[in-house]
């Protein structure tokens, strides 16, 4: 028990970088975790740039979205997903799944989530709340982009596919 009551929670504790002899603006993170993240980033990264060197650096290919916003800004994106892509031991695994994540356009949250879940080999549970979420979800966002997608409408179409899936195979 006596471990377990001294062992440090909360906030990872701030490099000390005068004792380590390094200036503060050398380092973009304060933490250790930030570090981590920060290693584990840049390997992600500088695989995926050599994939797109590889293939001419062509504008429109997958990997440019890591890295170039919609905008057309330069900055280094979705540094959550580069961490979670950098934490896949097998490089070949590492592009895979960052070519899927890029193509799917997944969000940050999501593709962290699902990398998440991939490398400690748990999927998430299939449960019926899960499915009906997600449903709303996707009804909540094809609504933005259809003017004419009413209630009525969205209820139809759900019976429609309900019945779809209620024959026989």
């Known amino acids: ?9 909360g906030r990872p504790k701030l490099h000390d970088f005068k004792a380590m002899g390094i200036p503060a603006s050398y ?15 840049s390997r992600a990264f500088c695989l995926i740039h050599s994939v797109w060197e590889a293939a001419g650096k062509p504008s429109d290919h997958w990997a440019v979205g890591y890295y170039i916003d919609d905008r057309g800004k ?10 979670a892509l950098g934490r896949l031991e097998v490089d070949d695994d590492l592009i895979e799944m ?18 998440r879940e991939l490398r400690i080999g748990k999927m998430a549970k299939t449960d019926g709340l899960s499915l009906l979420l997600h ?5 909540a966002a094809y609504q933005e982009t259809h ?12 019976r429609e596919m309900a019945d779809l899936y209620d024959e026989p195979e």
């Open 98 to 115: 960052a070519q899927h994540m890029a193509v799917q356009k997944a969000s940050t949250r999501r593709a962290v989530v699902v990398l």
């Open 1 to 9: 028990m006596e471990e377990s009551s001294e062992k440090k929670r």
């Open 147 to 158: 003017e004419g997608a009413d209630k009525a409408f969205i209820v139809k179409t759900l």
């Open 74 to 83: 330069g900055d280094v994106l979705h540094k959550s997903v580069l961490a």
């Open 135 to 139: 449903i709303e979800k996707a009804i």
């Open 27 to 41: 380092l973009n993170a304060r933490t250790e975790r930030g570090n981590i993240e920060l290693m584990l980033g």
